[in-house]
Every structure is written in C-alpha cells, then in structure tokens.
C-alpha cells in the first residue's frame, strides 16, 4: 500500500517538477524503501498571500499523516492561553521596569507607543513575553495576521485524524520562556534594537520564502537571529531540530507516508533538520 502511494506521489512530483520552483522549498528524505516530505511554513503572513502549488496540494492530499510543530486548533487553545499566562506574566510581584534598566525600559515605552501596545500591561509581563508581544504587534500592524499563517490555515482544513504533532505546547513555549532572565533581557534587548526595520526584515524573509530561495532565507534568517544569543539559539533551533529527527527517523523506519509541515527556519543553514537526517545517511532531494 505504502509503495503504490509513494509512486503516486512520485508520478505527480515528476510531473510537475522540471527542477525546482520559485516557490516554497519542499524537500523529500528517503531511505531504502519509503519517503517523508519536508515543508517549510511562515507562521504569520498577509491575507491573501499566495504561496499554495499543485505539487504542494498532492503531497497533502497523498500523505497518510500531516505533522505539524505543535496543535493550535480550537481545542488546544485554552490550554495555550492558559500556559502563555503562566509562563508571560509575572507571579514574584516586580514589574518589567524593575527588571531592566532605565535606558531599555525608555525603549520598551517607545516601542508600546509606534505599535499600540498597551504599557501597563507589558509592565506586568516577563522580558520574553514583552519581547514577543512587540514583535507581533509590529507584524499585525503592518499587516501580518497569525490566522493567515500557513499552520494556522492547514491545521483547520485536515481532519483531526490526519493530524500529527512534534511538540507539545508546554514544550513550545519553553523554547522562548526557559531562559534565565539575563537570557530574556537579551531577547528583548535585540527585539528592541529591530524595532525600526522588524517589518522589513520579515517581508525580505517571506519574499525569499516565496521566490524558492531558502538559502537567501537562510541568511537573513541567522543575522536576525544571531543577536538573540547562542541559548535562544540551541533552544529555538538546534535542540528542536535534533528532536525532529529522531521522530522522522521512526517514521521512515515505519514506512509513514508523512509530510511535515514545520517553520522555514528549521530547513535552513548548517542545522537544518534536512542536513542532521543527511548525516545520519538518509538522502534528501528538493522537489519544489
């Protein structure tokens, strides 16, 4: 059943491949006998984007289970609200401004000013939480909306049955909350400093995602990234990725016809989760 489904996939891959596109990068890893596909996602994007192919629909509708990094349905969202509230906002009774020095919490308030974002309420929040929320106001205010994301926007069309995920939501929000508060300060710190061309980094970033170049991705990717410091780093990318691929390597010894749907981050650079499942002797072609 496996192999007539992925000579299936494989007929219309070929069909409509010719090389790879100017569109997202999709890579299939295989071994000896059976193939995952690898999709790398933005999780905010205008409305209206297009960024859909035929191949990338095949795959879809071929694959037995979709992965995604973690669940963001309805059911799952008040246990995410509810952990983001533990997580964000403060429980030891000192406000942000306590936390972080003067000259930074003056670049706090200009920030909450440019993008709307109330100041009391970042005051009552953790530095990662008060960096997070800069961020996506931003985003929002120049037009990115989290409900046009491609996860967001897949995860509401597959059934639940279909649906796999790589993390839980507990693990997710660690990546970005687990850091000492030296580690957050840093966070913020480089939100801060983006603060005037966050827009701009962002849409260079969906242009290269959406023109097939992941290695200009790449790129832009690791210089935003590279002032969050090497902890959020290990955390956000490194550590995660490892994860995924033991979970990958199970799926292909099972013979799973899976397609991952999982951030355009963790498909770039030297750690990607393609390059770790090539070193450990799968090969890996890009389809689109």
């Known amino acids: 059943m496996f192999i007539r489904r992925s000579l299936a996939v494989l ?23 059976s193939s995952i596909w690898l999709f790398g996602s933005i999780h905010l994007l205008p409305p209206g984007t297009e960024w859909r192919t035929e191949i990338f629909d095949n795959l879809i509708d071929e694959a ?3 992965y995604f990094e973690t669940d963001l349905g309805p059911e799952a969202q008040p246990k995410i609200i509810a952990l983001t509230m533990e997580r964000g906002f403060a429980r030891d009774g000192r406000l942000l401004n306590q936390r972080i020095s003067e000259k930074l919490m003056g670049k706090v ?41 491609v996860d967001t926007m897949l995860q509401q069309e597959i059934s639940v049955e279909r649906q796999g995920f790589l993390e839980t939501a507990e693990e997710q929000i660690d990546v970005i909350a687990g850091g000492s508060e030296a580690d957050q300060i840093i966070m913020l710190e480089a939100t801060l400093a983006e603060a005037e061309r966050i827009v701009t980094m962002i849409d260079e970033m969906k242009d290269a995602w959406l023109g097939g170049t992941p290695e200009t991705l790449a790129d832009l990717f690791l210089a935003e990234m590279g002032a969050y410091g090497e902890g959020f780093m290990d955390r956000l990318i490194v550590d995660r990725n490892e994860n995924w691929v033991e979970q990958i390597e199970v799926m292909l ?36």
């Not at 007929?11 to 006998?33: M, N």
């Not at 009391?120 to 106001?137: E, G, H, K, N, Y």
């Not at 120049?142 to 046009?148: C, F, H, L, S, W």
């Not at 951030?263 to 389809?287: M, N, P, Y």
């Open 253 to 288: 010894a099972e013979n799973e016809a899976a397609f991952l749907v999982v951030g355009a981050g963790h498909l770039v650079g030297d750690h990607s989760v393609v390059k770790l499942l090539e070193q450990q002797g799968f090969s890996s072609e890009r389809v689109q």
């Open 11 to 33: 007929t219309i891959v070929l069909a409509f491949a010719g090389g790879a596109q100017a569109a997202p990068a999709i890579w299939k890893v295989s071994d000896e006998d």
């Open 64 to 66: 037995e289970r979709v």
């Open 109 to 149: 308030r200009s920030a909450a000013e440019r993008f709307a974002v109330p100041v009391p309420t970042l005051l009552a929040m953790q530095p990662w939480m008060a960096a997070s929320t800069i961020s996506v106001s931003a985003l929002v205010q120049a037009g990115y909306d989290p409900n046009a994301g």
